[in-house]
């Protein structure tokens, strides 16, 4: 063997030594995060974790009448982001903490479950992912939104899409980084007005509601709690230039000392 052949064998060896990659399921929670988010209190934020729910609740999301495209976060407009209840407040997903650092560039696949109330509605969803850096305490980027009228329109009784699966923009997460998750009205052919549709979320293992997103990676989360970074006070903010200054006569003084 030459020592070149020694050496792409090593290789190949210590990558099939690699642990595999598991997809994991990131479901939707209706219990609240414990994170911050900035944005108001106009937007419910909902948890989300690699933990199977057990008991189906539901959003209702009303029509919005023709063709709806150009979705994004944090839409005001009606008939963008899902709403918890019939003409309600907003509601969006994100996850509890990563517990390490991760980057998420395989394929998404969602498990959406839903149902719209007549077959005029011609509703259907987007959903996007997004990355929380816990560096900032906010929303950094955006992963990528599913295609626009990519699904296909809900059905009367309740049922699940698997399609149309997200490619993401490969993106590199740090431990304590959240995965925010938005879920999007969108038209099936033109959409009625005065129609309404429902995601049905949190429930079990392959029954209506068990909604979720499966990413390609190996996920695993910590605890829910607010890792944001703590914000300065006006006080800190006044301080800061006094002691930036006091720092700096310092560290002259010393120099004129030393000289
Ligand atoms: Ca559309
Ligand atoms: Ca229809």
Not at 9 to 15: D, I, M, Q, T
Not at 68 to 83: A, K, L, R
Not at 193 to 222: C, I, K, M, Q
Not at 228 to 243: C, H
Request: net charge negative.
């Amino acid at each position: 063997m030459t020592p070149r052949t020694r050496l792409v064998f090593a290789l190949v060896l210590s990558l099939a030594a690699l642990p595999a990659t598991a997809a994991t399921k990131v479901f939707l929670h209706d219990a609240l995060s414990k994170g911050l988010v900035p944005g108001g209190t106009d937007i419910t934020v909902r948890q989300a974790n690699s933990t199977q729910g057990s008991a189906k609740v539901t959003a209702v999301t009303d029509s919005a009448a023709g063709s709806i495209s150009g979705q994004y976060f944090p839409s005001g407009t009606t008939g963008h982001i899902i709403t918890k209840a019939s003409g309600g407040t907003r509601t969006i997903w994100i996850s509890d903490p990563l517990a390490s650092g991760v980057t998420i560039s395989g394929t998404i696949t969602p498990n959406l479950w839903g149902l719209e109330s007549a077959a005029q509605c011609n509703c259907a969803a987007r959903y996007e992912v997004l990355r929380w850096d816990v560096r900032r305490g906010g929303i950094v980027s955006s992963l990528g939104i599913s295609t626009d009228d990519g699904m296909s329109e809900w059905g009367t009784s309740a049922a699940v899409r698997n399609s149309p699966t997200l490619t993401p923009s490969s993106t590199a997460f740090n431990a304590g980084d959240r995965i925010v998750i938005v879920v999007y009205n969108d038209n099936a052919g033109n959409q009625g007005s005065n129609r309404n549709w429902t995601l049905d979320y949190d429930a079990g293992t392959g029954v209506d509601g068990d909604t979720y997103l499966s990413f390609t990676e190996s996920l695993s989360f910590s605890p829910d709690g607010n890792n944001a970074p703590g914000q300065a006070t006006t006080s800190e903010l006044r301080l800061g230039p006094v002691l930036w200054e006091m720092a700096c006569r310092a560290l002259l003084g010393l120099a004129a000392a030393l000289a």
